[in-house]
């Protein structure tokens, strides 16, 4: 699966971004998906998945309640809406698919990544 991620810029604190992925391949609509965020010197860390059906989705402490990730298998879409921007959100933010359907929470259980978009939240 093929991944372009889009939608990152420069916000104040307080406000929202809503970033996309879009996947290239048929195969799309069957796999879990994830948005992992990198900062430099730390590693990447996932902070929202969701299953091939967008039934269930995970989030990480950090962003729960603050982030909302859904998918549009028609479009081979997955979106992640950030609302409420903290400067501790600003990082190079990633979509990734995993090699399985239901949510998978490992980077190693995720084979196609997007190639970043850069978040940056100003105080």
């Known amino acids: 699966v093929q991944l372009q991620a889009s939608g990152g810029g420069l916000v104040q604190a307080g406000g929202f971004l809503r970033l996309s992925c879009a996947g290239s391949?048929?195969?799309?609509?069957?796999?879990?998906m994830g948005w992992f965020r990198q900062t430099p010197g730390k590693e990447r860390v996932l902070i929202a998945a969701?299953?091939?059906?967008?039934?269930?989705?995970y989030y990480a402490d950090s962003v729960k309640g603050r982030f909302t990730m859904s998918r549009d298998n028609a479009e081979k879409k997955v979106y992640l809406q950030m609302n409420s921007l903290k400067p501790e959100d600003t990082a190079v933010y990633y979509c990734?698919?995993?090699?399985?359907?239901?949510?998978?929470?490992?980077?190693?259980?995720?084979?196609?990544w997007g190639q970043g978009t850069l978040v940056t939240v100003s105080s």
């Open positions: 990734a698919s995993s090699v399985r359907a239901w949510l998978s929470y490992h980077q190693t259980d995720f084979a196609s």
């Open positions: 391949e048929h195969t799309f609509s069957r796999y879990s």
């Open positions: 969701i299953t091939w059906s967008g039934g269930s989705t």
